[in-house]
């Protein structure tokens, strides 16, 4: 299996939207082609990457801001870890379990060439199934860990005035502030 490379198996054709796509646009699309990312990219040259998650993210961390005049390319994260066509099923693999992605863009000579992703793999050559089960169960191990955190810094419930309404009521720590439940729902 050292002889199959990633030009093999990999999606051609990713969908990709524009740098100034607005969020809104992105969702859209994502539903219209029903895929979970996109790629960000401009003349075959790739800048970016976004997932829903970064849209679920900017729907919460922005929620004042109108979907459609958040730009993607403003949350795309500034690395991106990509792969060349060339390099072999095995290399992808490990790549994938030891950054934790399942999916990755594919570059030759700053070239957008195209993605591939663990389904990309498994659609191939089922055999990889075993070694990617494995990345599956360490991604949710962290994912577990990473629930157990968020839970032990769960806001701590308080009585007072509500910083946000004024009111007097059971307060929660969001951000920073002491607001009620009707308000932290709002928030």
């Keep these: ?10 999606t051609r054709e990713p969908v990709v939207i524009g740098p100034n796509a607005s969020l809104l646009e992105c969702a ?5 082609k029903k895929v979970g990312s996109l790629l960000i990219a401009e003349n075959k040259k790739l ?7 970064d849209i679920l993210w900017a729907l919460v961390k922005k929620s004042k801001a109108d979907l459609s005049k958040i730009k993607a390319i403003d949350i795309s994260p500034k ?28 570059v030759d000579k700053g070239k957008l060439e195209g993605i ?11 055999e990889f199934y075993p070694e990617l089960e494995e990345f599956a169960k360490i991604k949710e191990e962290a994912e577990k860990l990473k629930r157990v955190e968020k839970a032990r810094l769960k806001p701590s419930i308080e ?29």
């Design 1 to 10: 299996m050292k002889n199959i490379f990633v030009s093999d198996v990999m």
């Design 28 to 32: 859209k699309k994502m539903v219209r």
């Design 47 to 53: 800048l970016g990457f976004i997932d829903q998650k």
């Design 79 to 106: 690395k991106i870890m990509t792969i060349k066509s060339d390099a072999s099923i095995h290399e992808t693999i490990s790549r994938m379990k030891k950054f934790k992605f399942e999916k990755l863009p594919v």
């Design 116 to 126: 591939i992703t663990v389904r990309d793999i498994l659609n191939f050559n089922p």
């Design 159 to 187: 009585e007072g005035i509500c910083e946000e309404c004024g009111e007097r009521d059971s307060l929660y720590r969001i951000n920073g502030m002491l607001v009620c439940e009707s308000c932290r729902n709002s928030i």
